[in-house]
């Protein structure tokens, strides 16, 4: 082939296309003398024998692809790029980082119908923005946190990580409003991520009571239509205040001045399946790439933040009084060895809550199990009722009749004989939420009760109703997991019993101590935010764990820094990288010879595995991982970037489902 000078070759547009292919696909101009699309504008292009929308990344003067095979754009779709350019940056940022196809996380950065190529102005018939009149004026600061927001506001015009660890009811939110309100006056836009919004609508109502502008509200729960709608008016600049779950984190915002990460802690900011990204690490990406502050807050900072403040890398801004009249709960251990529990409850704990009722308060009870019981089991021979598609058992879910599988969702009516031995002697054993509150029942009805959990709220409007009921007091006895330690502020709970604290302080992943810490201190929180003085009881086998009674007695930032020094002998994140990859197949050896495929691993990372993953099989799935390690990041990096190719190289691999987990949360 004879090679072409430069000024032959029109321009060639690199774009990221929904393919599972770790790469980017070249295209020529739609016709040689148009100009060439923009960088962040979406074009439908030719792929295979589809057709398909992507988004523009780079433009080069030179394709690897010989000139004859190089096919056409379409169409453009955007005249102007849809993205700015530091959210692009961040874009091409996260592609590498996380190994993942750039085609699904730049495509990530939009909502549905604009995947699929709609027009913006097709897509927004109207944006409805009646907006509220602010009616909430704000309180006067007290002095740290009047602090906190001049130390912040100080650097509003460059890259600045500000870990904000204030205990609950400390006045961070206010914090976030105040900061916001400045932000607001010199023309800025705002961005706060919740770890999910069904669950906390109050921060989006607190945000229009005290500001009377356009806010764009975006998480999974809404509809694409409507999402289409508030990601439109973020894009567009009409919104000034853009408040969303995790994926909002790419939303393309003007004028951005500052992005908050309200309980920056939370597991759900991590996205456990596709691409894998932590929302958290993404927005201080993005406040870097548009050099402005970001505030991470929360009661119970996850151990890598804490690092990051404790090492000069963040700005550690500290709240240590609750605002207003609220008070710190004071916090009780119930022994529960050789006690006899009914449905998991204490006679100390029965009582008490007896008496926060009669007395006209509130009480919750907090148990991280749903379901009836966890096994159905048969007294004479033993049989478990175990899930035929998945290493797990199937959960008793009474109400309905059923059993359940709470990993791939597969229900049967709940046997009567055992399958095994016919015998009819067959038991619920261990206790769930449901159980709990039937246990409850008849002596507690008269108080109202309200369950919340997933299995009660998943209509919609269920858990909306039920927060209602508990708001307004018709409801006084909540029985819930971890959905009820969210951010919920009820101020007549008086009462907070943790019934099985022990779950985490026994489990085998490294992440479950620091977890349970921060359930606890969340859970607590929800006690005493009124003006009544608050109780935490918390049942436990082990009253003597190191880790517990050091969170007891001298709180969370005792409790993270000896955490912290357990995870740096042991060479654990923070103090080194983890990435898992994980493979499945139909089979049971394919996955694990897959990644016995890829060899030994990097100088400077260690391979953990090959192993068959801690639930083997999962839908009917084998499974395997592989885990590495590494202090240096680039050397992990590097070893990944070269078996993602070499994976992709292997035809013997298509067989097998495979993922990369940086930076993983669970190591299942
Ligand atoms: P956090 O977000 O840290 O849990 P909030 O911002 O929700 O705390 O504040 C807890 C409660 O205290 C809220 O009811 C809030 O309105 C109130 N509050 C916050 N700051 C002040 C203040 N400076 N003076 C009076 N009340 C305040
Ligand atoms: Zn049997
Ligand atoms: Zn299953």
Redesign the pocket.
């Known amino acids: 082939m004879i090679k072409k000078t430069r000024t032959d070759i029109e321009t060639v547009v690199r774009v990221a296309i929904p393919s599972p292919l770790r790469k980017l696909f070249d295209y020529r101009l739609t016709d040689a003398s148009s100009s060439p699309p923009k960088i962040g504008a979406r074009v439908r292009v030719p792929f295979g024998r589809r057709e398909v929308v992507g988004v523009v990344v780079e433009h080069a003067d030179d394709s690897s692809v010989p000139e004859s095979r190089l096919r056409r754009i379409i169409a453009t779709l955007d005249d102007e790029p849809l993205l700015g350019a530091a959210l692009i940056r961040v874009l091409q940022w996260a592609a590498g980082y996380y190994h993942h196809p750039p085609g699904e996380v730049w495509l990530s950065a939009f909502p549905t119908s604009l995947r699929k190529g709609v027009k913006t102005r097709r897509a927004v018939a109207e944006i409805p923005r009646a907006d509220t009149e602010a009616t909430d004026s704000p309180?006067?600061?007290?002095s740290e946190?009047d602090a906190a927001v001049n130390e912040i506001i100080a650097r509003h015009e460059t890259f600045a990580p500000f870990l904000l660890e204030?205990?609950?009811?400390?006045?961070?939110?206010?914090?976030?409003?105040q900061l916001t309100d400045r932000l607001l006056k010199s023309g800025k836009r705002v961005l706060v991520l919740v770890p999910e919004i069904g669950l906390t609508p109050q921060i989006v109502e607190?945000f229009r009571q005290r500001f009377g502008v356009a806010i764009a509200v975006l998480h999974s729960g809404m509809g694409d239509a409507q999402r289409a709608r508030e990601w439109i008016s973020a894009q567009g600049g009409e919104a000034r205040i853009i408040i969303g779950t995790r994926s909002a984190v790419f939303t393309p915002i003007p004028e951005l001045g500052m992005i908050v990460v309200?309980e920056e802690h939370d597991g759900s900011f991590k996205q456990q399946e596709g691409f894998r990204y932590h929302a958290r690490d993404v927005a201080v990406m993005r406040a870097r790439e548009e050099r402005i502050p970001i505030v991470l807050?929360s009661?119970t900072p996850s151990l890598e933040s804490l690092l990051n403040a404790r090492s000069g890398r963040y700005r550690h801004v500290q709240?240590t009084k609750?605002?207003?009249?609220?008070v710190p709960p004071e916090i009780q251990v119930i022994d529960i060895r050789r006690q006899p529990l009914s449905n998991l409850i204490s006679k100390v704990l029965h009582d008490e809550v007896l008496a926060e009722l009669n007395a006209g308060h509130q009480v919750m009870l907090f148990l991280n199990r749903r379901g009836f019981a966890p096994t159905w089991f048969c007294h004479d021979c033993g049989w478990i009722a175990r899930c035929s598609r998945c290493d797990v058992n199937l959960v008793v879910h009474q109400r309905s009749a059923q059993l359940r599988c709470h990993h791939c969702g597969a229900e049967q009516v709940i046997p009567k004989a055992c399958p095994k031995c016919r015998s009819e002697n067959l038991h619920a054993v261990g206790t769930g939420t449901e159980r709990v509150e039937q246990g409850m029942m008849h002596e507690f009805e008269r108080f109202g009760i309200a369950r919340i959990d997933r299995d009660t709220t998943r209509r919609k409007g269920t858990l909306e109703s039920m927060l209602a009921d508990a708001a307004t007091g018709r409801a006084r006895l909540l029985i819930g997991t971890q959905m009820l330690a969210k951010?919920h502020?009820f101020p007549a709970v008086t009462l907070v019993g943790i019934l099985n604290t022990d779950q985490g302080l026994l489990s085998a992943d490294f992440r479950a101590s620091e977890r349970m810490a921060q359930l606890l201190v969340q859970v607590a929180?929800r006690a005493g935010?009124g003006e009544t003085l608050g109780r935490v009881a918390i049942q436990t086998a082990c009253p003597e764990h190191p880790l517990l009674s050091l969170l007891l007695k001298q709180g969370y930032p005792a409790f993270a820094t000896q955490a912290l020094a357990e995870r740096e002998a042991a060479e654990l994140p923070p103090f080194s990288h983890l990435a898992l990859i994980r493979a499945e197949a139909a089979g049971r050896d394919a996955a694990l010879a897959f990644l016995g495929r890829l060899g030994p691993a990097a100088a400077g990372v260690t391979a953990l595995g090959p192993t068959p993953a801690p639930m083997e099989k999962r839908k009917g799935h084998f499974r395997a991982q592989l885990l590495l390690l590494a202090k240096d990041r680039g050397a992990l990096h590097r070893l990944l970037t070269r078996w993602t190719s070499q994976i992709e190289d292997d035809v013997q691999s298509r067989r097998v489902r495979w993922t990369i987990d940086v930076d993983p949360m669970g190591l299942f």
């Not at 309180?139 to 007290?142: A, C, F, H, Q, S």
């Not at 204030?166 to 409003?177: L, N, P, R």
């Open positions: 309180p006067e600061l007290n946190q204030g205990v609950t009811g400390s006045g961070k939110t206010e914090i976030y409003q607190r309200d807050g009661a709240l609750r605002a207003g009249a609220a951010g502020h929180g935010r």
